[in-house]
Nanobody, 115 residues
């Protein structure tokens, strides 16, 4: 059974930091590209950061220099280190695993940044 379980969300003041984790099971984690998406209230889900199976990373412009995505294939876990958080980062953050035509999603974790 495929599972992606996010953790690490919460309430933080502007300028603070959070580290999200996504624990994967039920598939060959190391072969999949992994992504973090976020969805703010009333808005579409959007890609935040991605890391390929080979370790290459990419970020949306609004988080470059503040967020860092990483993966630990030994632990089947992908992380999103978020620094200098801003109120506009408030959203539900979702973990995604992608390989060719297969997409797996987690249930999401809420991140709220207060001003």
């Amino acid at each position: 059974q495929v599972q992606l379980v996010e953790s690490g969300g919460g309430l933080v003041q502007a300028g603070g930091s959070l580290r999200l984790a996504c624990a994967a099971s039920g598939f060959t984690f190391s072969k999949y590209d992994m992504h973090w998406y976020r969805q703010a209230p009333g808005k579409q889900r959007r890609l935040v950061a991605g890391i390929t199976s080979g370790g290459n990373t990419n970020y949306v412009d609004s988080v470059k220099g503040r967020f860092t995505i990483s993966r630990d294939n030994a632990k089947n876990t992908v992380y999103l280190q978020m620094e200098s958080l801003m109120p506009e980062d408030t959203a539900v953050y979702y973990c995604n695993a992608f390989l060719i035509v297969t997409n797996y999603w987690g249930q999401g974790t809420q991140v709220t940044v207060s001003s």
